[in-house]
Structures are given as structure tokens and as C-alpha cells.
């Protein structure tokens, strides 16, 4: 079963940085896409970032320049991170990571994704 642990959220002030973690164990060879999305409560979860198995990243408008969104390799698992700098209060909100291994592209349907994280809480300051 694929597992996907988050880590790295908390607080930050208007401005600041954070950097999200997430590891990714037991996933099976083969095309992936993996991402970050985030949720608000009594709001739909939305799409933040996404980089895909050929390195392709795409990113949700309103975090573009802000966002960094990377995967590295070690052994057995991979770590994904979501670098946020300048961050805003409207950042604020449950982060989740997430993953699929059915095609090599990022599919725009989340119902598509199969594999998610707990979810971390990401609160700014104004």
C-alpha cells in the first residue's frame, strides 16, 4: 500500500517561508504524478502543484514564483517538498500531498489521485 507522510507545516508570518515534506514509500514502478494540494474548511480541496514523472511541473496560478515544487529519490521511497516563500495570509490551509501511478501525466480530475497524505495545517499571519 502506498504511504505518503507530511511534514514541515506550522506557522509563518506575512512574507515568510515554510517548506512542506512529503514521503512517499511503497509505490509501485512506472509512470507517477505527484502533488500538493490544499483545503480550507467548507471549501473545495484545490490543486497547488504537481510535477509528474519527466520532471514537469505545474503550478496553480496564485502560488506561481512563490512555489517550488521538487522530488528526489533515496532507496526506496521518494521525498517530495513544496518549497512557499512570500507567503500570504490566503495561504493559509490544510496541505495535502498526493499520488498516482495509472498514466505519466497529471490529470486534472483529484479524484484521480488514489494515494493521499494525513494533511498538514499551513497557517500565515497577516
Known amino acids: 500500500q502506498v504511504q505518503l507522510v507530511e511534514s514541515g507545516g506550522g506557522s509563518a508570518q506575512t512574507g515568510g517561508s515554510l517548506t512542506l515534506s512529503c514521503v512517499i514509500s511503497n509505490y509501485p514502478s512506472g509512470p507517477y504524478c505527484m502533488g500538493w494540494f490544499r483545503q480550507v474548511p467548507g471549501k473545495e480541496r484545490l490543486r497547488v502543484a504537481t510535477i509528474d514523472v519527466d520532471n514537469v511541473r505545474r503550478y496553480e496560478d496564485s502560488v506561481k514564483g512563490r512555489f517550488t515544487i521538487s522530488k528526489e529519490y533515496s532507496r526506496d521511497r521518494t521525498v517530495m517538498r513544496l518549497d512557499m516563500r512570500s507567503l500570504k495570509p490566503e495561504d493559509t490551509a490544510t496541505y495535502f500531498c498526493?499520488?498516482?501511478?495509472?498514466?505519466?501525466?497529471?490529470?486534472?480530475?483529484?479524484?484521480?489521485?488514489?494515494?493521499w497524505g494525513q494533511g498538514i495545517q499551513v497557517t500565515v499571519a497577516s
Open positions: 498526493a499520488s498516482q501511478y495509472d498514466s505519466a501525466w497529471c490529470p486534472e480530475e483529484l479524484s484521480r489521485f488514489k494515494h
